[in-house]
Each structure stands twice: as structure tokens, then as C-alpha cells.
């Protein structure tokens, strides 16, 4: 079988790992650098080309695409699609995973707890917005943020609104602001499960190192093996489901009610393969060879 690996380049871990483990199953594998790819869009003839090889002649593409690079990367997969090319990974539910606002609304359409959390850019409504998640204090996120960054802990109101007014100043982009509640029993500490297909393949704990509430690994964060329990592992399942994603890195924390899931990343590190001894790579190469014979599903999650 013929793979493209769509990353940034073959130094990057994860695409090194997929490389290894597609090679140790016979396949031929190929890393293409999709900010190098260009699409020719004509009329019944839509084509991608990298380094003037037409990428339709490959039999799936693993799409690893980086956040700030969303667009143009979902643009590439969406172009594959269109010339019938199987993908692990729709360029619609890649983009809907990297809205966090979306996200969230989509999550709790199919019934999957989540933190409580409000959209707004009004300021002059602070109160009944921080009413409305239960007091202080509360989590101030960028819709569009990744790793930790555009997160702030705001402790009192004054704070509150102070980082508020400072968000919608600097953010001249449209990206929305949600508030969201701060789950004290959880703080610094969340999981993350590794979905493949409707299986989760690994899972481990992250823990923030200093007083940082946030605990990605980007952040320093420290990684340890966790079990789930069987609830957790449904629900990791769903949500990934909800996104529309076959591949996931699933982010929750327990909660005095329960698991609440935090976010579906569509393009998850490998550094769980490193803390678990889990072979992830190896378990999405035998998804692709289990899949890539059909077509790509239509999308059914209608968002």
C-alpha cells in the first residue's frame, strides 16, 4: 500500500514513528510537507501536487496537520478527498476539532459532559456570566488556542474582567472567548486517551510540575500511566465521534460528577507512546490497512 504521511517534515516524532511502523508492515511510505503542496482546481479535475508527483495516486493520507497551519492543511486533505483519496482524518472534522467553541457545542449535542462554560464579548455582563458558572474563579480561553497558550486562570472578578477586556482588545481575528468553570479536584491534572477507530489505544495522566493549573506536556507537564475505567473509555470513544474523528487524542479530568471532556485533538502528539510503552503508531498503520480499501464515510455529524 502506498502512504502519505501530510506533516511538516520527517524529524517531527510522531511522523517518524507512523514512517517506522508503515515500513515494518511492507508498506511504501512517503512524508509529504503539505505547506509544499499545491492544488490545481479546474473544473471534474481536482489535483494536488507535491514536488511534481500527483499525490491521488496514493492509496490513503494520514494527515498530521499543525494548528497555525489549519486552513491551508485542511485545504490539501479537502482537495484528496475530492479525487477520492482515503484519509484517517476528514479536513471538516479536523477544522471542527480546532474551534473550541464548536467543540464544546457538539459535545454537549450528543449528551457528553463537559465543563460549564459561556461565550461572550461582553464585558458589562461579568456578573451574571460568573454567576452563571458558580463564582470564582474561572477558566478565560481563546476559542482558537493550542497547548496551554490563550488560557488564564482569573481568580476575582476584577481579574476577570481585566483579562476580558485585554482578549477582545487584542483580538482582532473574530475568535471567540469562552468562560469556563475551574474544576478545583482536577486542577494542574488531566488525561489523556489515545483514540484509534472506536478503541483506545493508550491513556496516561498529565500533571503540571509548578502551580500552573494547566498540565500539557508543551507546558512541562509530566506524563504517567493511568487506567480508565470503562466510562472513561466510553466516553473518550463518543467524543471523538462527535468530532467525526477515526484518530484522537481525547482530553478529560474526573470531576466530582463524573469524566468531562475538555478537548478532541485532531492531530495528537506521540509523547503518550514514550510514557506508556504503547505502540500507537502501529495501531493506526493496521487502521489505515483495515479502512483505506473503502471509501471515506460521508460525515454524519451534521455541525
Known amino acids: 500500500m ?7 517534515g520527517p524529524g517531527n516524532y510522531s511522523t517518524k514513528r507512523l514512517k517506522e511502523e508503515a515500513k515494518l508492515r511492507g508498506h511504501e511510505v512517503t512524508v509529504v510537507k503539505y505547506k509544499e503542496c499545491y492544488a490545481s482546481i479546474e473544473q471534474n479535475n481536482p489535483t494536488v501536487s507535491y514536488q511534481g508527483v500527483d499525490l491521488s495516486k496514493f492509496d490513503a493520507i494520514i494527515p498530521r496537520i499543525a494548528s497555525y497551519m489549519t ?43 463537559i465543563p460549564k462554560t459561556v461565550v461572550s464579548r461582553n464585558t458589562t455582563d461579568i456578573d451574571d456570566l460568573l454567576n452563571h458558572l458558580g463564582g470564582m474563579p474561572v477558566i478565560i480561553k481563546l476559542a482558537r488556542g493550542t497547548h496551554g497558550n490563550g488560557v488564564v486562570l482569573a481568580e476575582t472578578k476584577k481579574a476577570a474582567k481585566s483579562v476580558l477586556q485585554a482578549f477582545y482588545l487584542t483580538n482582532d481575528d473574530g475568535t ?4 469556563q468553570e475551574f474544576i478545583e479536584e482536577s486542577a494542574g491534572t488531566d488525561i489523556r486517551a489515545f483514540v484509534v477507530g472506536s478503541r483506545v489505544i493508550a491513556s496516561m495522566k498529565r500533571q503540571s510540575l509548578d502551580d500552573d493549573f494547566r498540565s500539557n506536556l508543551h507546558k512541562g507537564g509530566e506524563g504517567t500511566i493511568v487506567k480508565l475505567t470503562d466510562e472513561e473509555k466510553k466516553i473518550a470513544v463518543k467524543s471523538a465521534k462527535a468530532m467525526g474523528l477515526n484518530i484522537a487524542g481525547v482530553d478529560l479530568m474526573r470531576s466530582a460528577r463524573g ?13 503518550i507512546e514514550k510514557v506508556t510503552g504503547r505502540n500507537v503508531a502501529g495501531a493506526i498503520i493496521e487502521y489505515v490497512e483495515q479502512n483505506a480499501k473503502r471509501r471515506n464515510k460521508k460525515d454524519k455529524v451534521g455541525a
Open 2 to 8: 502506498k502512504i502519505a504521511i501530510l506533516s511538516n
Open 71 to 113: 486552513k491551508y492543511g485542511t485545504a490539501i486533505v479537502r482537495q484528496l478527498e475530492m479525487q477520492g483519496v482515503y484519509t484517517t482524518s476528514s479536513s471538516i472534522a479536523i477544522s471542527r476539532s480546532r474551534d473550541k467553541l464548536r467543540s464544546l457545542q457538539l459535545l454537549a449535542k450528543s449528551g457528553i459532559g
Open 176 to 179: 471567540n472567548i469562552l468562560l
Open 259 to 271: 469524566p468531562l471532556i475538555l478537548e478532541v485533538n485532531a492531530s495528537p502528539g506521540f509523547g
